[in-house]
């Protein structure tokens, strides 16, 4: 049975749908020695796959891997920095580093911290990163100034940005302190700094941001212990179970 290309390296943990996609424009992929094209059909059972002249094994596909981490501050969402950073796939054991695909779903900016998903599922990072899906995510924020009861509501009911509107949030006042306002920001999208830049276009720009949930999956562990900056954890069955219903795709 024939498969699209970019699906079969994203079942298989080589990259996302999207990224496989950039591979395969960029000339890394070949099929049967062939340098591949966007939208070509593969049969995985008898087609030889190479990415940068290595070849995928398709006898075997490989277990699912599906993480929580606490990103630091100063770590890039990325699988590899042209800079030498340290990347969010750095702060895991050599064990996981090696194991086929491993990549964050969606971003964090290099100065933002909390929950970031890591899987080999590239099927789950493609839907969870779509933007039909609206899956909430949860963020403690923390602003110079403090935002008027006209402000957030301003900011809550959407902003143009780009030109675009953005989604209505919820957002509430935890705490002032010292000139500054600490915030509960629940979105339902992700654009590229969003929270930062609409701070900032407000006039209350953002000094800290940590992402503390995504959806019902928080960073405490099974024994209610918060995951420290840095750890991680794998995913428990019901949070799984949460992200596949989440984005109508369950069952897997």
């Known amino acids: 049975m024939e498969v699209r290309l970019h699906k079969i390296l994203a079942q298989w943990g080589i990259a996302s749908r999207r990224k496989a996609e950039e591979m395969i424009r960029l000339g890394r992929v070949c099929v049967n020695g062939n340098s591949a094209y966007l939208g070509q059909k593969v049969n995985p059972k008898t087609d030889i796959i190479a990415v940068d002249d290595n070849l995928v094994s398709l006898s075997v596909h490989p277990e699912p891997i599906y993480l929580l981490l606490n990103k630091p501050a100063g770590i890039v969402t990325t699988c590899d920095d042209p800079r030498g950073r340290t990347t969010v796939i750095d702060l895991l054991p050599e064990s996981l580093q090696n194991s086929q695909g491993i990549h964050p779903v969606g971003r964090l900016d290099v100065n933002s911290t909390g929950a970031l ?20 995510k949860t963020y403690d924020v ?5 935002p008027t009861a006209i402000a957030l509501k301003e900011w809550s009911q959407g902003i143009l940005l780009d030109g675009r509107k953005t989604r209505p949030a919820i957002i509430r ?16 999208e992700g654009r590229n700094r969003q929270i930062r830049r609409l701070g900032k276009q407000l006039g209350y720009p953002v000094i800290s941001l940590h992402r503390t949930a995504i959806g019902m999956i928080t960073l405490n562990t099974d024994n209610k212990k918060y995951l420290k900056a840095g750890q991680y954890r794998y995913l428990q069955d019901f949070e799984l179970c949460f992200l596949k219903q989440a984005i109508s795709i369950f069952p897997y």
Not at 118 to 136: A, C, M, Q, R, V
Not at 142 to 146: A, I, R, S
Not at 176 to 185: A, D, P
């Open 117 to 136: 998903i890591l899987t080999n599922d590239g099927e789950l990072t493609y839907h969870l990163t779509h933007p039909s899906h609206s899956i909430p």
């Open 142 to 146: 923390v602003v110079q100034g403090n």
């Open 173 to 188: 006042c935890i705490d002032q302190f010292s000139g500054k306002t600490r915030l509960e920001i629940v979105l339902k």
